[in-house]
């Protein structure tokens, strides 16, 4: 992954640097990011973060708890859609204040979210929103799912509206929305209270 780092990136833009190993929180930092860029660029460095493989909620708290993620920044998760939990972590916690969701692969993998307000994947009223859905029952109140569903229909509806290409056809385009909504809907179905409280007794180990 170094050499192709190299071999593409580089070679377009020279100035990129690479690191071999996994992404945690004492590699990805705010302060390891100030010192390596300087103050003032660092405070405009996280425009764009692209984040590949992460496969579940812990995982995201391990990969991204040490950063600022700060307003305008475009966070692109590559495996969303594969992530049961992470579909869920996303809609429970962060769609109601942090992330709108700005470009699905439709029925796919992918999915990017533009951050509405400057926040720490580890900060306080996260956690606290993991531990208020922990002490919900699931089976007896559907209010949190169906608001989860609710968002990500208009979320989904907003997206497939911004499709222009005359080249697809309507029918097409709904097909593919509609086989996402479907997926992306069970996820958040197939929840309950452990789903939270494996996440906010366990899942969050590196706060910063």
């Not at 996402?180 to 590196?206: A, C, H, P």
Request: charged share 25%; aromatic share 12%; proline share 1%.
């Amino acid at each position: 992954f170094v050499q192709l780092w190299k071999d593409t990136v580089q070679h377009v833009y020279e100035p990129a640097l690479a690191e071999q190993g996994y992404i945690n929180t004492s590699q990805l930092n705010d302060a390891r990011l100030q010192r390596q860029y300087g103050t003032a660029k660092f405070n405009i460095s996280l425009q764009l973060l692209v984040v590949d493989t992460v496969k579940s909620a812990k995982l995201l708290h391990q990969h991204l708890g040490g950063l600022t993620l700060r307003v305008g920044t475009v966070l692109f998760l590559m495996d969303y859609q594969r992530s049961k939990d992470l579909v869920q972590q996303i809609y429970g916690c962060f769609r109601r204040k942090y992330l709108l969701p700005v470009y699905v692969s439709w029925n796919n993998e992918h999915m990017a979210f533009v951050v509405m307000e400057t926040f720490r994947v580890n900060q306080a009223d996260i956690l606290s929103c993991y531990q208020r859905l922990a002490a919900v029952d699931f089976r007896r109140d559907r209010r949190h799912k169906d608001m989860m569903k609710a968002r990500l229909k208009q979320d989904l509806v907003f997206l497939s509206g911004l499709t222009t290409d005359a080249t697809i056809h309507e029918m097409y385009r709904v097909g593919l929305r509609d086989r996402t909504m479907k997926s992306l809907s069970d996820f958040i179905e197939d929840q309950d209270e452990w789903t939270w409280r494996i996440l906010y007794g366990k899942g969050v180990n590196n706060r910063r």
